[in-house]
């Protein structure tokens, strides 16, 4: 199964790329047929061979394996844009990001030479670092947080050696989940204040009279406010 489940990232990879051009293009993007039709192209694309290799392995070659994580992020995202329903909300993303954040920022300095400790041996076998991450799902589980989920398949996934590396960093973190999740935690957080901080009152000029309240609260509507 390893070997197939390393094309799961790539095709996921050009579906997004796919809808976001048909979206452009007003083409069909919308529900299930489009999502099923989109999703056989890129299928079709990723095993088209390149040098005698097919594009999803090309990844493998660059030495890239993205995590779980990351996978059903954009699998939850791809599920949001085509059948307009959202798999993680908000506070769950921003667990997920602040997940890849600290994870990645424990990894990768370690993985680069920096201290004289390599957190990477963590990630063989029964280590501390399976205990945290199950106990973190776990908590997670209970307070009702979905990315518990991502979690507990990355787990789960590592037990049935799903990947070509048996080393459990590799199925909780990567290189784009790290710096997607220090975007998100840095642009993030200020767009969030600016929101919350804008004046939330309009000019008498453009207020509906007031003694129609049902067209009030539908301005309001329409402004997202």
């Known amino acids: 199964m390893n070997y197939w489940s390393s094309f799961l990232f790539p095709w996921l990879m050009g579906l997004w790329l796919l809808l976001s051009v048909a979206r452009?293009?007003?083409?069909p993007n919308q529900g299930g047929r489009a999502l099923l039709a989109w999703g056989a192209v890129a299928a079709a694309l990723v095993l088209v061979p390149v040098r005698g290799l097919p594009i999803g392995r090309w990844f493998c070659v660059l030495n890239f394996q993205a995590g779980v994580p990351l996978t059903g992020l954009?699998?939850?995202?791809?599920?949001?844009?085509?059948m307009?329903?959202?798999?993680?909300?908000?506070?769950?993303l921003r667990t997920a990001w602040n997940f890849g954040l600290v994870f990645g920022v424990v990894l990768y300095p370690s993985a680069l030479g920096v201290g004289n400790f390599d957190v990477y041996q963590w990630g063989w076998g029964f280590s501390p670092l399976m205990l945290v991450v199950a106990v973190f799902a776990i908590v997670l589980a209970a307070t009702g947080n979905r990315f518990s989920w991502l979690?507990?398949?990355?787990?789960?996934?590592?037990?049935?050696?799903?990947?070509?590396?048996?080393?459990?960093?590799?199925?909780?973190v990567d290189p784009i989940f790290t710096i997607t999740a220090f975007a998100a935690t840095v642009w993030g957080g200020p767009a969030r204040r600016c929101r919350a901080d804008r004046p939330r009152t309009h000019s008498k000029s453009r207020?509906?009279?007031?003694?129609?309240p049902g067209i009030g609260r539908a301005w309001d509507d329409e402004r997202g406010i």
Do not use: Y
Not at 74 to 82: C, F, I, R, S
Not at 84 to 92: A, G, H, S
């Open 24 to 27: 452009r293009c007003r083409l």
């Open 84 to 92: 307009q329903r959202e798999i993680f909300r908000p506070n769950e």
């Open 151 to 172: 979690l507990v398949l990355s787990l789960l996934a590592w037990d049935a050696r799903s990947f070509e590396t048996t080393n459990l960093w590799d199925f909780l």
């Open 207 to 212: 207020n509906p009279p007031a003694d129609q």
């Open 74 to 82: 954009l699998a939850g995202h791809l599920w949001k844009m085509t």
